[in-house]
C-alpha cells in the first residue's frame, strides 16, 4: 500500500518559520514528543476507563526512548491509542489541529478530571528542529493495518504499510548533520530529566547500540552461570571437577528490573497528610541537588478557583551574607515549563527552591511561556498568602522553632516584604529581631521594653566587630540592641519606619543622649574642650560633647549622624557620587570620669602633651567607629611611637 498526499498548510515556509522561531530551546522536541507519546497512553487509559475501549494487551503502560548511533535514530514508542488513516490525515497533516483538544471536546461530558497535556497540535513538528526526515509507525487500538507516515519536512509526506504488531505509536526522528549531539544517550537523558521527571507514564532511555537501559542501578547485575563453561575451564586447568562444588539454582540471579527515569507520582501530587518530613527531604535532596536539609517547606494543594499543587522549600543559608539564587520549576501537568516565572511567582519568591504544577496556566503555543493574563495574578496572590500563612503559623504554634530558623529566613522575609506591601502589613507583628543578648524579640517587644530609656526608638548593630565599644557600652547600662547585618537591612528599616510613623531606627553609634547615663554631665569644660579640639585638629565644625559615661574605660567615642551616614551609604549602594556632599556629620564624645579627660583641663600639662593627647584621643575614638584614612593612620602611629617614648624618658 503506498500513498501520497499534500499537508494542509497555508505557506510553504510553515516549517522554517517551526524551527526558527517557535520554540526557545531545540531540545523542546524531547518534551514535546514525550508529552504526545503520554498524551496517547492516557487517552487510551481513559477510554478504557469509560467502557469505550479494552486493553487486551495486558501489559504495562510504558514510553521507550530508544537512541541510535549507528542508523542516526531517536524512536518514541507507546504503546497508548495509536492512529488510524483518517486520524493521521487529521491530527498530523493538519498543522495546528490538536488531537488532545478533540479528544477532550469529544468526551467532554464523561471527562471528570482532565489530565491530557496537549493544547495546540504543533508539538509534534518541534522534531523538524532537529530531524531531517520523521517517520510515524503506528497502529490504531481500533485494529486495521499499521500505518508508516514518512515526511522531510517539506510540504508533502508519503503515508505506506507500517510494521507495528501491537497498539501504540513510534515516532522515528532521523536526526539531521547539525543536531548529532541529541543522539548522546547520556545527554538525551538528562534532556528527558530535565523536562519530563514527573511526568504520569513510566518513561524508559534506551542505548541501541550499548544495549544500554536506564535501569535500578542499586540492584547488582549477576549474570547466570554457565556450568558446562565452568567444567570445560577446569578441565584445562587439570583441577578435579568434584573440587568445584556449585548450587546451580543459588547461583542463577533474575536480571535487575528497570527503573525509569521518572517519578510519576511526585511527592507534590499527593496530599500533605499522605507526606513524611523525610519523604519531604528526599525530594529536596533528588530535585535540587542540595545535601544540606531545607529549613522548612510549604505543600501546595489547591482545586478551586484554580488547580494549583507543589511545594516550596525554605533552603539554608550557609553564611547571613550569602547572596541566594533559588530555582522554582513551573509545570503543567507534570511537564515542565520553565524556571523561575516571575508573572507566577512572586519575585522575593524567586529566592526559595520549589516546584509548581498548575495544569490552568495560560501557556502560550510553545509551551514555555505564559500568556498575559490576569488569571496569572490571582496565582502569584494566592501563593504569596499562603507563605505568609505558614510564617504565621509557624511563629503561633512552633514558636521555637520559629526562633531557631530566623537568622536563615531573615532575608527572605525582609526582601518579600521590601516587593509586597501586603505582605509587609501581613507579617510585620511577626518580624523578629536577634538583639545583643542574642534574644529574638519582635518589634512591640523590643519598644514595650526601651519605653522609658529611648522610646520608640529602636538602636542596632551592623557590624558586630566595628561597633563591639558600644555594644560594651549599651550592656554595662543595661540597654539593649539588635542586629541588622544583612545588605538588606538598610531597605527593610526604612520599609519598617513608614509603616511605623512613630519609630525610629538608630544604629548604635549614633546618638547616646540621655540613655547611657543617670546623672547628668557636667558641662563646665564643655566650651573650652570643645574649643580645644577644634583647634588642634584644625576643624572649627567639630562637635564636641562631654558625657557621664558609666564606663571609665572608654575616654572618647565617635557618633555618626544616622541621616547623613543613611544618605551616604545609599548613594554608594547606587554608584552615585557621594564627592559634594559635605563631610560626615561626627560628634566626638568626651567621658568626664576619665582621667585623660579630666588631664586635660589640668593647667600643669604642657601644650604640647596636650596637642598629642587630643589627636591621639580623637583618633582612638575613630578606630572604635570606622578605618582611618591612610595618612592619618600614618600620623597615628608616629603619635604612638611619640608617646611610647616618652614614658622611657
Not at 131 to 146: A, D, K, R
Not at 329 to 357: M, R, S, T
Not at 381 to 409: C, G, P, Q, R
Amino acid at each position: 500500500m503506498a500513498k501520497q498526499g499534500n499537508l494542509s498548510i497555508h505557506s510553504e515556509n510553515i516549517f522554517p518559520i517551526i524551527k526558527k522561531w517557535l520554540y526557545s530551546d531545540q531540545d523542546i522536541f524531547v518534551r514535546e514528543l514525550i508529552s504526545n507519546a503520554c498524551d496517547a497512553i492516557l487517552k487510551f487509559k481513559k477510554l478504557c476507563s469509560m467502557g469505550e475501549a479494552t486493553d487486551n494487551l495486558n501489559e504495562p503502560f510504558e514510553i521507550r526512548v530508544t537512541t541510535d548511533t549507528e542508523k542516526g535514530t531517536i524512536t518514541i514508542s507507546d504503546n497508548g491509542i495509536g492512529m488510524t488513516e483518517e486520524e493521521i490525515e487529521k491530527y498530523i497533516t493538519q498543522i495546528a489541529f490538536s488531537g488532545a483538544e478533540d479528544f477532550l471536546t469529544k468526551y467532554k461530558d464523561k471527562m471528570d478530571d482532565e489530565q491530557i497535556i496537549g493544547h495546540f497540535g504543533l508539538g509534534f513538528y518541534s522534531s523538524f528542529m532537529v530531524s531531517s526526515e520523521v517517520q510515524i509507525n503506528t497502529l490504531s487500538y481500533q485494529g486495521g493495518e499499521p500505518l508508516l507516515w514518512t515526511c522531510d519536512g517539506g510540504t508533502t509526506y508519503e503515508l505506506a504499510e507500517g510494521t507495528r504488531t501491537k497498539r501504540g505509536t513510534d515516532i522515528i526522528l532521523h536526526i539531521s548533520e547539525e543536531s548529532r549531539e541529541f543522539l548522546g544517550f547520556y545527554h538525551l537523558s538528562e534532556i528527558i530529566k530535565k523536562y519530563c521527571s514527573f511526568m504520569p507514564i513510566p518513561i524508559y532511555v534506551v542505548d541501541a547500540a550499548k544495549k544500554e537501559v536506564s535501569e535500578d542501578t542499586n540492584e547488582p547485575k549477576i549474570e547466570e552461570v554457565d556450568i558446562e563453561e565452568i567444567d570445560e575451564l577446569t578441565d584445562v586447568d587439570g583441577i578435579e571437577d568434584e573440587i568445584i562444588d556449585i548450587d546451580t539454582e543459588a547461583e542463577v540471579i533474575e536480571e535487575p528490573k528497570e527503573k525509569p527515569i521518572n517519578d510519576i507520582t511526585p511527592l507534590y501530587t499527593k496530599k500533605p497528610s499522605e507526606c513524611t518530613d523525610e519523604e519531604y527531604k528526599t525530594f529536596y535532596r533528588e530535585t535540587f541537588h542540595d545535601y544540606q536539609e531545607p529549613l522548612f517547606w510549604i505543600h501546595l494543594n489547591m482545586d478551586y478557583p484554580f488547580k494549583l499543587k507543589g511545594i516550596l522549600y525554605f533552603p539554608k543559608l550557609k553564611n547571613e551574607y550569602e547572596l541566594i539564587e533559588g530555582k522554582i520549576k513551573l509545570y503543567n501537568n507534570q511537564v515542565f515549563v520553565a524556571e523561575n516565572i516571575k508573572e507566577v511567582i512572586p519575585e522575593f519568591l524567586l529566592l526559595l527552591k520549589g516546584v509548581l504544577d498548575c495544569p490552568d496556566l495560560p501557556l502560550n503555543v510553545s509551551r514555555s511561556f505564559l500568556q498575559n493574563d490576569g488569571f496569572v495574578k490571582k496565582i502569584s496572590d494566592y501563593i504569596t498568602k499562603k507563605v505568609a500563612d505558614k510564617l504565621i503559623s509557624l511563629s503561633k504554634k512552633e514558636n521555637d522553632n520559629y526562633k531557631k530558623f530566623w537568622d536563615d529566613i531573615a532575608p527572605f522575609i525582609k526582601y518579600g516584604c521590601i516587593r509586597e506591601e501586603k505582605f509587609a502589613k501581613k507579617l510585620m507583628d511577626y518580624i523578629l529581631y536577634k538583639t545583643i543578648d542574642e534574644k529574638h524579640v519582635t518589634l512591640k517587644e523590643y519598644l514595650d521594653k526601651a519605653k522609658e530609656t529611648h522610646e520608640n526608638k529602636i538602636f542596632y548593630v551592623s557590624d558586630k566587630n566595628q561597633q563591639s565599644q558600644y555594644i560594651r557600652l549599651f550592656k554595662d547600662n543595661g540597654l539593649d540592641a539588635v542586629y541588622l547585618p544583612h545588605p538588606i537591612d538598610n531597605s527593610f528599616i526604612s520599609l519598617v519606619e513608614g509603616l511605623n510613623q512613630d519609630v525610629k531606627f538608630m544604629r548604635i553609634d549614633s546618638d547616646i543622649s540621655g540613655i547611657l547615663n543617670k546623672e547628668e554631665a557636667d558641662k563646665t569644660h564643655e566650651a573650652s574642650l570643645s574649643s580645644l579640639f577644634q583647634k588642634v585638629l584644625n576643624n572649627s565644625s567639630l562637635k564636641v560633647s562631654v558625657e557621664n559615661l558609666k564606663s571609665e574605660s572608654t575616654p572618647s567615642m565617635i557618633l555618626v549622624s544616622e541621616e547623613g551616614r543613611r544618605m551616604q551609604e545609599m548613594m554608594k549602594t547606587y554608584g552615585m557620587d557621594i564627592g559634594h556632599l559635605p563631610p560626615q556629620d561626627l560628634t566626638l564624645i568626651l567621658n568626664q570620669n576619665h582621667p585623660l579627660i579630666k588631664a586635660l583641663y589640668n593647667e600643669n600639662i604642657a601644650d604640647k602633651t596636650k596637642d598629642l593627647l587630643c589627636h591621639q584621643l580623637y583618633d582612638l575614638a575613630l578606630l572604635s567607629n570606622q578605618s582611618l584614612a591612610p595618612d592619618a593612620m600614618k600620623d597615628f602611629l608616629s603619635r604612638s611611637h611619640e608617646l611610647l617614648l616618652n614614658l622611657t624618658a
